[in-house]
């Protein structure tokens, strides 16, 4: 009988729920409309269902009008984002992942004490972006190891490494490995950056690789983290495929296919996966077996203006 593998953890990560939370509240508390600077997350069904919901998601700040309110994703934003906030009077909220505030700290800790920062990422993500105008003077970015190769610090003694939250362990492991062959004197954070999710839902799929010949990893296609676990269940030898949907199935991945394993992106809601269950049951894939590599119970506080809305009794329908 065909089988389908569901990964746990898989989907939504304590960052994600409060970013969406935060949103939610916003347009509870005040009502709509409620401005996003970018989306809230790296999510297609995620931000439609909000715009619906009465959400503005705007690129930049100019397109808010001057004294309204507006949220920042949960990916991030530079000083300069929040000093052209200031400047047009909006009231900001702050969804920002507490993880990759964590970065920020980090990047403005080693600029402080005058090293070279290299912040190792994808130019083009948010997230990079916004740690990256922390200290655009000191900082460059490299993505891969011959990267690495080509970098000249004014003082190869005093190199720092931070990194984006959603990387690769493997790619950025070796990346890290390079960085202390180059600068024995490198300095780095106390604790990894990539978050906990990323790290568990990247392990989930290496200890699934053997047993399944197709993973399916649910997200969209901008997010960082859901990319990275198609890459990674690649590189063991399985064949995987990013589907925002059950929509994109293709299929020809199922020819000779009896076992199938599925997860989801930190930012993809698992109704799409159990969708995709349901349109896989159709097509054969009728035992559906939980596989969990670990149990996550990580939660992030909200910011100061939506705690006490948060904690309104819900109304009890008469």
């Given at each position: 009988?065909?089988?389908?593998?569901?990964?746990?953890?898989?989907?939504?990560?304590?960052?994600?729920?409060?970013?969406?939370?935060?949103?939610?509240?916003?347009?509870?508390?005040?009502?709509?409309?409620?401005?996003?600077?970018?989306?809230?997350?790296?999510?297609?069904?995620?931000?439609?269902?909000?715009?619906?919901?009465?959400?503005?998601?705007?690129?930049?700040?100019?397109?808010?009008?001057?004294?309204?309110?507006?949220?920042?994703?949960?990916?991030?934003?530079?000083?300069?984002?929040?000093?052209?906030?200031?400047?047009?009077?909006?009231?900001?909220?702050?969804?920002?992942?507490?993880?990759?505030?964590?970065?920020?700290?980090?990047?403005?800790?080693?600029?402080?004490?005058?090293?070279?920062?290299?912040?190792?990422?994808?130019?083009?993500?948010?997230?990079?972006?916004?740690?990256?105008?922390?200290?655009?003077?000191?900082?460059v970015v490299v993505s891969g190891v011959?990267?690495?190769?080509?970098?000249?610090?004014?003082?190869?003694?005093?190199?720092?490494?931070?990194?984006?939250?959603?990387?690769?362990?493997?790619?950025?492991?070796?990346?890290?490995?390079?960085?202390?062959?180059?600068?024995?004197?490198?300095?780095?954070?106390?604790?990894?950056?990539?978050?906990?999710?990323?790290?568990?839902r990247q392990l989930a799929v290496k200890?699934?690789?053997?047993?399944?010949?197709?993973?399916?990893?649910?997200?969209?296609?901008?997010?960082?983290?859901?990319?990275?676990?198609?890459?990674?269940?690649?590189?063991s030898g399985v064949e995987a495929h990013?589907?925002?949907?059950?929509?994109?199935?293709?299929?020809?991945?199922?020819?000779?296919?009896?076992?199938?394993?599925?997860?989801?992106?930190?930012?993809?809601?698992?109704?799409?996966?159990?969708?995709?269950?349901?349109?896989?049951?159709?097509?054969?894939?009728?035992?559906?077996?939980?596989?969990?590599?670990?149990?996550?119970?990580?939660?992030?506080?909200?910011?100061?203006?939506?705690?006490?809305?948060?904690?309104?009794?819900?109304?009890?329908?008469?």
């Amino acid at each position: 009988m065909k089988k389908l593998i569901l990964l746990r953890p898989r989907g939504f990560c304590a960052g994600v729920v409060r970013a969406i939370d935060i949103v939610k509240l916003a347009l509870e508390a005040y009502g709509p409309p409620v401005y996003v600077r970018k989306e809230i997350v790296h999510n297609r069904h995620v931000v439609e269902e909000l715009r619906r919901a009465g959400a503005i998601f705007v690129e930049e700040l100019d397109e808010v009008p001057e004294g309204a309110r507006v949220i920042f994703s949960a990916h991030g934003v530079a000083p300069s984002v929040r000093e052209q906030a200031r400047a047009r009077r909006l009231e900001v909220i702050d969804a920002t992942c507490p993880l990759v505030t964590k970065v920020h700290l980090e990047a403005l800790r080693f600029a402080r004490l005058g090293y070279t920062i290299v912040l190792i990422g994808h130019r083009d993500h948010d997230e990079v972006i916004g740690t990256m105008g922390e200290a655009p003077h000191c900082t460059v970015v490299v993505s891969g190891v011959e990267e690495v190769d080509r970098l000249t610090p004014p003082d190869p003694e005093r190199v720092a490494y931070i990194t984006q939250t959603t990387l690769s362990l493997d790619e950025t492991r070796e990346i890290v490995e390079r960085l202390r062959q180059r600068f024995p004197a490198i300095q780095g954070p106390a604790a990894q950056d990539i978050c906990y999710a990323t790290e568990n839902r990247q392990l989930a799929v290496k200890a699934v690789a053997q047993l399944c010949q197709l993973l399916l990893v649910v997200g969209s296609q901008n997010s960082s983290n859901s990319r990275r676990l198609v890459e990674v269940a690649r590189n063991s030898g399985v064949e995987a495929h990013l589907v925002d949907d059950a929509s994109e199935l293709d299929p020809a991945w199922f020819d000779g296919v009896e076992t199938v394993a599925i997860t989801a992106g930190a930012s993809a809601p698992e109704h799409l996966v159990q969708d995709l269950v349901r349109e896989l049951a159709g097509r054969g894939f009728s035992r559906v077996e939980e596989m969990t590599l670990k149990q996550e119970d990580v939660r992030f506080s909200l910011p100061p203006q939506l705690v006490s809305i948060a904690a309104r009794p819900t109304p009890v329908e008469p």
